[in-house]
């Protein structure tokens, strides 16, 4: 399995809402990333985790706030979230210290 | 700091031509990874072709190949006789397992095949 899904695949949420992006990966890798990307741009790093630990947290605001349950889950928590903040997430993995990243299809979220 | 860059924002090539991508980047280290990122209008990133620094051949994955300069810190795509399915942004990445394993990712290339 060399696959990183990512569910839900589109996203509508209002300012007010809670909600959670899910990643899952059985290749065995130990490190995660959550990516944000606007359309037509790279992806900026959000989080990463190395060993289900939190490694890098690139000055994200709270209201997005990562959780690492096991080596193969990753989520994102949102909440009160603002326009600007609809794009596409992506989930990643990797071997730890290895090299390239596995990414999944993405989220689309639309924050109205 | 390590940056990439990719000085390209659009092009376009003839089907069954090819075409040539380019990127710079600019690191002090030594150990580290290049990497050629597609992403089609279907948003999925795919890894193209991987470099480690370490090599001095070329990496080749069928249609696709580089041109590592590593003194010049050059990493640029060849696609050899493009098709339609090649239509995508193609980011450069960079990473160095010291840095631990954080991407930078170039600003993009939005190829266009035309039939």
């Known amino acids: 399995d060399t696959e990183v899904t990512q569910t839900p695949k589109h996203l509508v949420m209002g300012m007010t809402n809670k909600k959670s992006l899910k990643c899952e990966q059985h290749?065995?890798?130990?490190?995660m990333y959550w990516y944000k990307q606007k359309a037509k741009k790279p992806p900026e790093l959000m989080f990463v985790y190395s060993y289900e630990k939190l490694s890098i947290n690139e000055s994200v605001p709270s209201r997005f706030s990562p959780e690492c349950p096991n080596s193969s889950l990753l989520n994102l928590h949102l909440h009160a979230l603002q326009p600007e903040d609809s794009a596409l997430y992506l989930c990643?993995?990797?071997?730890?210290?290895?090299?390239?990243?596995?990414f999944g299809p993405g989220t689309r979220l639309t924050v109205l | 700091a390590q940056t990439v860059t990719q000085s390209q924002p659009e092009m376009s090539v003839q089907e069954a031509e090819t075409v040539t991508l380019s990127c710079t980047y600019d690191t002090s280290e030594n150990n580290y990874y290049l990497f050629w990122y597609k992403q089609p209008p279907s948003r999925q990133m795919i890894l193209v072709i991987r470099q480690e620094a370490y090599k001095q051949q070329n990496a080749t994955e069928n249609r696709f190949s580089v041109n590592f300069q590593k003194a010049a810190k050059s990493f640029s795509l060849k696609i050899s006789d493009s098709q339609l399915g090649d239509t995508a942004m193609y980011f450069c990445a960079f990473m160095t397992p010291d840095t631990g394993n954080q991407f930078y990712f170039g600003t993009g290339t939005s190829l266009t095949v035309i039939p």
């Open positions: 290749m065995g890798h130990r490190a």
């Open positions: 990643a993995s990797s071997h730890y210290r290895g090299n390239e990243q596995f």
